[in-house]
């Protein structure tokens, strides 16, 4: 598993004409057991899972994943929990790993890298390390064959989106709306038109991220972007007692629906 | 901008811009302003207007007579506790809403731990006609309930922080979340010299009044420098605002961390190690798992993990030298000023005092300053309540 896992399951969607699906899972929610079962479960129907690991101080989620991070650091979650949960996997997607840059650091750059690559991580999201301070962190990702992935927001001013597209490993993490992690009804057109204009720059796939739950977002945005990520949809079902594939089996169902206009990647 | 060149939100290896991509644009637009605001006079003059007017500025530099006496030294303290709403926080929050109106800006977020940065921005936003949403932890809304009452008063909404640690930081969290969620219309008023770059500089620069007034105030009544300026430290912008008048000179720098019971504490300068929180590298309490650890100081302004990241920085080239104060000590200091010299300290200068008592016990005969950085009215019923008075 690595950079190239990555590249090799967006090219698999791709060439079979569908949209990536990127479920979001926390760590150790809402328990080990649990964490490592809707892992497997999960896999049967994602081309890249997100793991979340979990921190005391997130600032980009909303409640449902806060909840869920605090559920879990309280029952002793921490990276190496984390690796060893997704290194017993016998088989199964690639996974990124999303995380605050402090759980990066306390491990040393290299050491957590490493440690990622020896698991069987293909990479790491890393939401409060902007583009001007990953150099180092992205240096030691590409020595251990990792992706750094990259984050767009609604924010992003054109030519610095032109420079973080540039530089993109794996795919790139496009947030649909200023906001914290969470659901919403329906995406502005502006979202539309931002992921296109991404889409046009981008070298590599487009992932859309926040706020995705319904079949119906995938409908609206699928025309430019090459990948969806489910989150707090899939961490709230979970916490209702609803199974993994409630929500994403009609979602997986949405990606795969023929494509009948526009371009993706 | 490469990342070579950005280089200016920067002490040493501390500081920076570690937020989510949604923010950059914020801080990148705050920075320019900035910048503009610094070079125009208009700007200047209607800071000094609301400084003088408002907030009441110049404070007096105050010989402490009978402390002096009795400690054995020369005893002088800032009075930033007769500020305008009572604490030295009214400088910053008074340039940062002049600094919001000018952006545009329509909605001021703000995060309060003893509930003084949370009423000098209510103040401000106030006056200047601007909505104002103050986060609060839930733990500190019942122990500086005199506060919310003001901040209401004053027409700001508080919302109480249930999460975590119900505290300071639970609050920081609270508050750039909002921001992150309208980042067009909000401009976040962070209270300290914390927070991702430009934050600590603005801080520091709108605190640094402080300094200023206090460098010439003792020239002109002891034709000399001190040997010595103390202040607390939670973030750090009362300090950092004395010491900018005095970071040049050749003064001792002290400041006073929270040493809470003594095994729980607020002290990452004296026990923490590096990373980041709030959007800066700084001095941290944290596990060997980088999770940020509780805290635990009876001062709720001083009840947070990190500190901004200039301290970090002052710490390691030991420009200035961190101390820890535990409650009982702050108590007693809290005590001693108002008996001795009719005046009530807020309990988290009451550790910057803490330490003058003890500097001047092992070093009799120096000349200190220390910032009164507030008044102590809004402790009053924390510390009745659990029999301390």
Redesign the interface.
């Known amino acids: 598993m690595s950079l190239n896992a990555i590249k090799a399951a967006f090219e698999k969607a791709h060439s079979e004409g569908r949209k990536a699906l990127m479920p979001f899972l926390m760590s150790g929610h809402p328990d080990a057991e649990g964490f490592a079962r809707n892992l497997a479960e999960a896999g049967r129907y994602a081309d890249v899972i997100e793991v979340g690991v979990p ?6 989620d ?1 409640p449902v994943i ?1 909840a869920a991070a ?1 559920q879990a ?1 309280k029952a002793g979650t ?3 929990s984390t690796l060893a949960a997704i290194a017993r996997r016998k088989s199964g997607p690639p996974v990124v790993l999303m995380l ?8 040393g750059l290299d050491e957590f890298a490493a440690r990622l690559a020896e698991a069987g991580v293909s990479g790491a999201i890393v ?7 990953s ?1 180092a962190l992205q240096l030691a990702f590409t020595q251990h064959g990792l992706a750094f992935v990259s ?7 054109a030519s ?1 989106m032109k420079t973080i597209l540039e530089q993109a490993y794996g795919f790139v993490y496009l ?1 649909s709306v ?3 992690t969470g659901t919403r009804d329906t995406y502005p057109s502006e979202t539309i038109e931002y992921i296109r204009t991404a889409a046009q720059i981008a070298r590599v796939p487009v992932c859309v991220g926040f706020g995705i739950s319904k079949p119906q977002h995938i409908e609206q945005l699928r025309e430019h972007a090459a990948g969806f990520i489910v989150g707090s949809a899939l961490i709230r079902s979970i916490d209702q007692g609803g199974t993994i594939a409630d929500i994403l089996a009609p979602l997986r169902e949405a990606c795969d629906a023929t494509i009948t206009t526009g371009t993706n990647q | ?1 490469t ?1 070579a060149e ?1 280089t200016r939100g920067r002490f040493g290896i501390y500081g ?11 801080l990148n637009e705050l920075e320019a302003a900035y910048d503009v605001a610094q070079a125009d006079p208009t700007f200047a003059a209607e800071l000094e207007l609301t400084l003088r007017e408002f907030v009441g500025r110049s404070t007096p530099l105050y010989f402490a007579e009978r402390l002096s006496t009795d400690w054995g030294g020369r005893v002088f303290l800032k009075r930033e506790d007769l500020t305008h709403t009572g604490a030295h926080k009214i400088n910053n929050a008074v340039g940062q809403a002049l600094l919001a109106k000018r952006l545009g800006k329509t909605r001021v977020v703000a995060e309060t731990g003893a509930g003084q940065h949370g009423v000098a921005t209510a103040a401000a936003c106030a006056r200047l006609g601007l909505e104002c949403i103050v986060y609060m932890g839930a733990l500190d809304c019942e122990r500086q309930r005199p506060n919310v009452e003001r901040m209401k008063l004053l027409g700001a909404t508080v919302v109480p922080c249930e ?2 640690s119900r505290n300071l ?1 639970i609050a920081i ?1 609270e508050a ?2 909002d921001w ?5 219309d909000t401009h976040y008023l962070i209270g300290s010299v914390v927070g991702p770059h430009p934050y600590p500089t603005i801080v520091r620069d709108f605190q640094s009044v402080i300094g200023r007034e206090a460098r010439e105030q003792i020239l002109q009544r002891e034709g000399q420098l001190p040997d010595a300026v103390i202040a607390c430290v939670g973030g750090g912008s009362n300090a950092m605002g004395i010491f900018a008048g005095f970071v040049d000179d050749d003064v001792e720098l002290h400041g006073v961390e929270a040493g809470g019971h003594g095994t729980t504490h607020a002290a990452p300068l004296n026990s923490g190690t ?6 800066a590298m700084q001095y ?1 309490l ?7 650890l509780d805290t635990h100081s009876i001062a709720a302004g001083l009840d947070y993990p990190g500190v901004g990241p200039e301290h970090s920085f002052l710490r390691d080239i030991e420009r200035a030298k961190y101390h820890v104060v535990r409650d009982d000590e702050a108590v007693s200091a809290f005590k001693e000023l108002s008996r001795n010299e009719g005046i009530i300290p807020a309990v988290e200068s009451s550790h910057a005092l803490a330490y003058a008592k003890r500097l001047l016990s092992e070093r009799p005969g120096l000349s200190v300053i220390v910032n009164l950085s507030g008044r102590g009215d809004k402790d009053l019923p924390s510390l009745m309540e659990r029999g301390l008075l």
């Open positions: 921190f005391s101080d997130p600032l980009a909303g806060q605090a650091l921490s990276l190496a605050s840059f402090n759980q990066v650091l306390a491990h939401p409060d390390l902007p583009f001007e301070e150099d984050m767009l927001a609604p924010t992003t001013c610095r947030i200023a906001g914290v | 901008m990342t950005k920076g811009q570690y937020v989510p991509e949604t923010l950059i644009a914020n999460a975590g930081k969290n750039i979340r992150i969620c309208r980042p067009a590096p990373g980041v929180l709030h959007g941290l944290q596990d060997d798992d980088g999770q940020i």
